[in-house]
């Protein structure tokens, strides 16, 4: 059955599914009412069509500057850097954050021939130097991999000589997590960043 | 961004895609060009026009008697009975069995409300008592669950006074199965169906 084949093979090239999954949900389309398979595609191609990235900010936007970027409420002291929109959904979400973005688009991965140059380095160091730019913190939120460490290093060194403040991310042992299942990497950084109790103690 | 948020709760609704696949994929779909967009929607509207079920087995076809009811070189001796149109792929695909299929389109399921009425028993028999059929032998091949025995028992009973052998898929360890993580109900199952290795023994 061609046409069958055609769209496993088609649902089977996004990402996360596989052939299995694909069948699945060519069998679910074919039971369900043709005006819902008709919403689902129209959605797809609405969201392909008017969705696109911030011209300042790179995160995912329908304007050309993105909600966010042209929301006069959040804090323009505060740079958010992450490496892709996803990110800042997930930041979001936990309402922690009222600054501003910067997507990178990646990080530098020398393996995956990713360099600075493919990324949206210089856009971000013009965003910090430009005139009415107020910004007094970058926070980098990378994963917590080589890549996003080479990241932070490498922006270390070329906002070095810019005076603003640089941080990342708290590495430690996650909410809710067991130590006995703990990897001892990440054992290691929550030693490295643990938290003081009662830090008036240094100064005695 | 409705756009994205639509995409997504379009999505999200397809069998075994959660919110946070349906955004990935997104965000893929974002990534690539408009024509491959342009495929996956086109594939899904091709197939859900032109895919339908087989007027005689219930499988999947594209045309009115599917590519296995109509093919001659099948086996017309055996008939392998399954639930769902899934099933027969997954036993297309071993090349096992060269016989027909006939979709039950569920299983017998009191606590879904679903009754023999609701499945395409009837046309079951129907076929097994048309004057030009030779079927000899009736394959169940259900899911090894309650709704799948309870499935068997009735077809026994129903099909008790015709001269048809039945058989079902046998029950055992599966193939490269560890017996540490095999549960007790299985174990029991390939206990009974043990396989004699020198069945010449019990004649002496």
């Known amino acids: 059955m061609k046409s069958f084949e055609a769209a496993v093979d088609r649902l089977s090239r996004l990402p996360g599914i596989g052939k299995k999954s694909a ?3 060519v069998f679910h389309l074919l039971s369900i009412a043709d005006d819902q398979v008709e919403e689902l595609t129209d959605a797809i191609i609405t969201a392909k069509s008017q ?9 995912l936007s329908e304007t ?5 970027c042209s929301n006069s409420q959040r804090n323009p002291d505060q740079l958010c850097v992450v490496a892709s929109p996803e990110t800042i959904l997930k930041i979001e979400n936990t309402g922690k954050f009222n600054g501003r973005y910067h997507v990178l688009r990646g990080l530098i991965s020398p393996l995956d021939g990713i360099g600075p140059q493919q990324l949206t380095i210089s856009q971000l160091i013009n965003r910090l130097t430009t005139p009415n730019e107020t910004i007094q913190e970058v926070i980098f939120a990378f994963n917590p991999t080589n890549e996003g460490e080479v990241t932070i290093n490498y922006l270390r060194q070329r906002l070095r000589d810019y005076p603003i403040k640089l941080s ?13 299942y703990t990897d001892r990497m990440t054992l290691n950084k929550a030693f490295e960043n643990r938290i003081k109790l009662n830090p008036e103690a240094e100064n005695s």
């Open 168 to 180: 990342q991310l708290g590495y430690g042992l996650p909410v809710g997590s067991d130590l006995e």
């Open 23 to 25: 069948r699945r949900i």
């Open 51 to 59: 969705l696109g990235y911030c011209k300042q900010c790179y995160g």
């Open 64 to 68: 050309e500057l993105c909600k966010i």
